[in-house]
């Protein structure tokens, strides 16, 4: 087993008029290469938080998350700009498209960012609009797609760049039964093909269960660490 991710002690807090309005209070977690973990825990436990500091899109209080091995306090705004796009794919629970390009520019992006060419970048981004079935979509804009092929959009555009580890924020929240359980298929493939990670927080019973391993937040902790025996 290869460490991926180490999240060590971490503690958040948020000041909101002077009030210290603590949400994360010591929460330590170990994610293996390829491993599949959900995240479960009531709204407002935290998940949401704990999914931003795990992406390095926000800073820890206190204690250290290690990528790698190595720190993300040591890297320089450059260094994790580069980290979010060649390491981590981000599927948020607001989809966070950028509104004036088409689903397609919107998945080829990140390919683009990491300097791949525009034909490779559009051949990708098509095939991974393909496999979410929105391939009669590709020049839309988000205000011209439904709730759930917006995330779909998304999904594929945290894939483009293969990264080792995919971080979902209820990534089926919008979708009907049948499109979200697609979407769970698509994701174990992703895993299974690319070995890619996929830490998913997640209300939905159905998909927590179908990972080999569930964590459950309360009061600010890892309060139940739930593995399948294999
Ligand atoms: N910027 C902020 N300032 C102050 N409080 C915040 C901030 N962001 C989040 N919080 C508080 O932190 C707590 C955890 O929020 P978070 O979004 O992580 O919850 P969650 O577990 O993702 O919930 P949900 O299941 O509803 O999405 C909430 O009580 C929220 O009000
Ligand atoms: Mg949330």
Do not use: W
Not at 2 to 11: G, M, Q
Not at 23 to 30: F, Q
Not at 56 to 76: H, M, R, V
């Amino acid at each position: 087993m290869t460490l991926l991710l180490h999240a060590d002690c971490i503690e958040k807090y948020f000041l909101l008029e002077g009030q210290k309005v603590e949400v994360l209070k010591g929460l330590s977690l170990k994610i293996e290469a390829g491993e599949r973990v959900a995240i479960v825990g009531s709204s407002g436990a935290g998940k949401s938080t704990l999914l931003h500091l795990l992406g390095a899109l926000d800073l820890p209080s206190a204690g250290e998350i290690y990528f790698e091995g190595q720190p993300l306090s040591n890297k320089t705004h450059d260094e994790l700009a580069r980290f979010r796009n060649q390491r981590l794919g981000f599927i948020f629970q607001f989809h966070h498209l950028l509104k004036e390009l088409t689903a397609l520019e919107n998945v080829m992006m990140p390919a683009l960012i990491a300097r791949e060419t525009h034909q490779e970048a559009k051949k990708r981004a098509t095939e991974l609009l393909e496999r979410v079935g929105l391939d009669h979509r590709l020049s839309h804009r988000p205000s011209e797609l439904s709730g759930g092929e917006q995330q779909r959009v998304s999904l594929a555009r945290a894939l483009i760049n293969r990264p080792p580890l995919l971080l979902a924020d209820e990534p089926t929240g919008n979708l009907d039964g049948v499109t979200s359980s697609e979407i769970h298929a698509l994701l174990n493939d992703v895993n299974r093909e690319h070995g890619t990670a996929l830490v998913i927080v997640t209300h939905s019973e159905q998909l927590a269960q179908s990972m080999p391993r569930r964590l459950h937040i309360v009061d600010g902790k890892i309060d139940q660490d739930e593995r399948d025996v294999q």
